[in-house]
């Protein structure tokens, strides 16, 4: 029977557990040492998700990128889906945190959000500009 | 920003100087998420954590004063400031120090070598990508597997760069096991234990590192070295508090942390100097960093008010398997916190205070994640009399 090795993440001690599966369903989970273990585990092997953070294109603003997250877990296969879009995005400040970049990302059905507010500044007033 | 804003909430002027353009320090860079678990229970990038404060300085009465440096600060807590509208003399009642940490550089691990662009620290590459907007190089090696370099391995990879490898000097990883998965294992970059880099290659760009095993004393083997083709090499071998002005308020220093020697106030043994965070010890959660802020705001009010705060006339020390503890001192007259690192991994262990019956049981502890308690106002009795509490994690 196939298996699959994850390292947990639950606690530090991050056991190695082994997972036999057939198809999409799991046969037998070994390694773990707790409960938490056990759902980590399955969480990664029906549904891995991680949350994106990353930058896009701003103008006007004091800094040429503004950070954006997904507001929960996106599928890890969606990752490089999400990033691709996200190059094509740019923003014009002032921007609040909080604010949809991108609703409904790669077909996830998760908004893609601003993680700081950034004013609209002058030239002068810009990253790096004299004082 | 915490002490700030504990400070005007107990009704003292504060000022805050901040050299940088806006505040929230090294948050501003750190995209990823993870900030806030232990105060909002939420998983928040940097920049959302910070903005968090910045509301709350907003809302408060606290002088900020940004684009702003302090030039001399002496131990009566005179200083002089240098601000976009020129010089400015300052007479504290009490200063608290946040002045967080820095990266350890090339020269501090003295790797051999030719000297070319290509080589700088993991956080000022973040630095780069996140704030400014620039990729520093394409074909990229980190050298250590500290937390900030597992994070820029995978956010390099997001944009495009190609990770070849990371390598530790410890035959374990010393980020977070989290980290490790989410940043190297997702992205099959591999990590190389008990390896560091033993020479750079290149004449005005990095062409090249070599990479070799060591053994137990950390010395390369012989034989063991090859060569890797890069043109960007990240270090992140760890942080330093940064103790410049300690030092030059005549404050003691730790030996093991660098940073200053603080009581449960957070108070330095220059009377009515305090420091908090990445200055005082590096911690692993911004959300230990901003408690410990609250409480030091609170001793520089109580010192600025009265003058005085309980004797810390406890040395706390660290016994069995305790690297180092903070703070250094107590007066066992309020309940108070303690954060410690272990030297070694264990399982199932109690972290206790020798002589008491103050512990805490834990199933695990290692050496990257920091361990923090507290001694509560019932604990304290226990403390009577005693002139040192040695801390200690042993085997249940």
Known sequence: ?????????????????????????????????????????????????????TTVKIRGARYPRIPVRTETGVPKDELDCCLEKLKEVELEAPVEVGAVVIEDICSTDISVVTSRSLEGVSEKEKDGARL | MAAAIRGAEEGA??????????????????????????????????????????????????????????????????????????????????VVLATGAREKSRGEIQIPGDRPS?????????????????????????????????????RLTWEGAEVVGVAEIMDYPTGLNR?????????????????????????????????????????????????????????????????????????SLSEKTQGALVDEWFQTDVPGIFGCGNAVHIEDLVDWVTMDGFRAGDGAVAYAGNDSLPSADKDVVAGDNVNYVVPHEVSGEDEFRFALRVTEPMENVDISI???????????????????????????????????????????
């Not at chain 2, 702003?68 to 010089?87: A, E, H, I, Q, Y």
């Not at chain 2, 620039?134 to 370099?149: E, H, T």
């Not at chain 2, 033993?198 to 090249?208: A, C, F, P, Q, S």
């Not at chain 2, 304290?380 to 042993?394: A, F, H």
């Open chain 2, 179 to 251: 980290n490790v998965v989410q940043c190297l294992h997702d992205y099959d970059i591999p990590l190389h234990l008990s390896h560091t880099v033993t020479d750079i290659y290149g004449k005005d760009r990095l062409e090249g590192i070599e990479l070799s095993r060591v053994d137990e004393d950390f010395q390369p083997i012989e034989g063991s070295s090859k060569d890797i083709d890069v043109d960007l090499l990240l270090l992140s071998v760890g942080l330093v508090p940064e103790n410049d002005f300690f030092k030059e308020a005549g404050v």
């Open chain 1, 1 to 53: 029977m196939p298996t699959k090795e994850y390292t947990c993440t639950a606690c530090p001690k991050g056991c190695t557990v082994e997972v036999e599966f057939e198809g999409e369903e799991i046969k037998d989970i070994s390694g773990y040492s707790c409960l938490k273990g056990q759902e980590y585990v399955k969480d990664e092997f029906h549904d891995p998700r991680r949350i994106l953070t």
């Open chain 2, 118 to 154: 290509g080589v700088m620290p993991a956080g000022t590459a973040q630095k780069f990508i996140n704030k400014k907007g620039f990729m520093p190089g394409k074909k990229v090696f980190v050298l250590g597997s500290g937390d900030i370099g597992l994070i820029i391995s995978r």
């Open chain 2, 354 to 396: 020798k002589g008491t019956d103050i512990s805490y049981f834990k199933q695990i502890v290692t050496p990257g994640e920091m361990e923090v308690e507290e001694v509560s106002e019932e604990d304290l009795p226990e403390l009577e009399g005693m002139s040192q509490l040695e801390i200690e994690v042993t085997r249940r």
């Open chain 2, 13 to 94: 002027d504060v000022m805050l100087v901040e050299r940088d353009i806006e505040l929230g320090g090294i948050l501003n860079q750190c995209i990823h998420n993870g900030f806030g678990v232990e105060i909002y229970g939420e998983e928040l990038t940097g920049p959302e954590y910070a903005e968090r404060f910045t509301r709350r300085i907003g809302e408060s009465r606290v002088d900020v004063r940004l684009n702003s440096f302090v030039l001399s600060l002496r131990p009566d807590k005179t200083m002089s400031l240098l601000t976009p509208n020129g010089v400015l003399e300052v007479e504290a009642s009490a």
